[in-house]
């Protein structure tokens, strides 16, 4: 059974520190990986990633994708208060998007 | 430009009526697809669709259907709500496959089925 597993399913910090968030998964045809922030309402896209070992970056917030071990990080470094969110990875196969159960992430001011 | 809209925003139900969502988008995109999300379940797939006239079940589809007869629109129905489809309903749309271009999502319809 394809599935997303993220972790921790939540985490609280200070502003200003830096976290990593993980996603592995364990599915037949994969064809890319994809992280969503969502706030209150509608998840909103951050990053697509297809190829191993290729660093996406965003401002504070990158990514990079292992295809071998299976997995992916998101970083988020300086973190502000904004950056709380629920992140929701995602694997999108040949014929279907299975989503991860997400991380809470709370920022303490 | 108003992206991705859902209507309603919200609505109850009662057991064993129906209803139906409607998801419209003005982008122009050729893929349409609607999710529930439950808590501590992530985003789940129920139907989507790669174009006008075409429609395919996702990882949840039992007890929906869903039509495509527009391009920018795409309509959920539920011919006889259930309390376990209590839920918070998402559509989005990309240009085209995820594998390539990344899906907006609209501003989602609570559902409650009492």
């Known amino acids: 059974e394809d599935k997303v597993v993220q972790s921790p399913l939540s985490l609280v910090v200070h502003e200003g520190d830096t976290v990593t968030l993980n996603c592995s998964y364990e599915?037949?045809?994969?064809?890319?990986l994809l992280w969503y922030k969502q706030e209150k309402k509608a998840p909103t896209f951050l990053f697509m990633l297809?190829?191993?070992?290729i660093e996406k970056k965003s401002g504070r917030l990158s990514s990079i994708l292992d295809k071998k071990e299976l997995f992916s990080i998101l970083n988020i470094t300086a973190t502000q208060t904004g950056d709380s969110a629920v992140y929701l990875c995602a694997v999108s196969l040949m014929d279907k998007i299975i989503f991860g159960k997400g991380t809470r992430l709370h920022i303490l001011p | 430009n108003a992206g991705v809209t859902q209507t309603p925003k919200f609505r109850v139900l009662k057991t064993g009526q129906s209803m139906t969502l409607l998801c419209a988008q003005d982008?122009?995109?050729?893929?349409m697809y609607w999710y529930r999300q439950d808590p501590g379940m992530g985003l789940r797939l129920i139907h989507y669709s790669v174009g006008e006239g075409t429609t395919a079940k996702g990882e949840v589809p039992d007890g929906y259907n869903v039509s495509r007869l527009k391009k920018q629109n795409f309509l959920l129905g539920l011919e006889s709500a259930a309390p376990s489809q209590t839920s918070v309903y998402f559509c989005?749309?990309?240009?085209?496959?995820?594998?390539?271009?990344?899906?907006?999502f609209g501003p989602g319809t609570r559902l409650t089925v009492t």
């Open positions: 297809t190829s191993s070992g």
């Open positions: 599915v037949t045809n994969f064809r890319s």
């Open positions: 982008m122009n995109h050729e893929y």
């Open positions: 989005a749309s990309s240009r085209a496959g995820v594998n390539h271009y990344e899906q907006y």
